[in-house]
């Protein structure tokens, strides 16, 4: 996280690991101070660790296994080592998120403390309130996939940049500039290349119903 990200990219990022996490009521979340909207980050970036490691464990054990279970052939070798290599890269997904998770508190720090908190919870009460309509601007757009069966993640970061985009004003290329941004952080390049996508399909589609509203 660059030390240049402005306070609402900072809140956005917050929201997106909260989501999830801040489980009260309407009445109750302009409540929330920041500092558990931090925790509640840390503690989604610290599960998605434990989760990713023990994965990337269970790659090691089943090609271990597959070397000792079996004649030394050259498929199973390359085999194993593909599992190795899967595991390898997982740990360091791993790695990253532990990075993520002690950033971010001290990014939070050097911003403008008042502005995150309040933005975040903006966000975080717009995807709430608004969770069928903006599920539906996605759902109408979505090409040979199911909502909910999208990973996770992008699913958070489509529904934060469906909110800005409906009930917060925020512009078209902004919105989609930053959901890329989160998604190269918290997805792959699949996922950010996807989330352009639909993200632009839903700004088509709001375009042209403006258009018969106005004929």
Known sequence: MSSRKQPRSIARELAL???????????KLEEQELDSLIIAAVRTLTAEVQDILETASAEVKRGSDRLLSSETRTDN????????????????TAINRLGLAIELP?????????????????????????????????EE??????????????????KIAVAELLFLNVPLKVTINEAVELAKRYSDEEGYRFINGVLRRVSDRLDKEKLKIQN
Not at 17 to 27: E, K
Not at 114 to 132: D, F, G, K, N, S
């Open 17 to 27: 690991l909260s989501l999830s996490q801040v489980n009260v009521n309407f009445d």
């Open 77 to 92: 070798v390359n085999s194993a080592k593909a599992m190795v290599n899967d595991a390898l890269e997982l740990t360091q």
């Open 106 to 138: 001290e990014f939070v720090q050097l911003a403008h403390k008042q502005e995150v908190r309040e933005y975040a919870l903006e966000i975080i009460a717009t995807v709430r309130r608004h969770r069928q309509e903006i599920k539906q601007q996605i």
């Open 141 to 158: 757009v979505l090409v040979a996939w199911q909502f909910h069966r999208l990973p996770k993640i992008d699913r958070d970061i489509l």
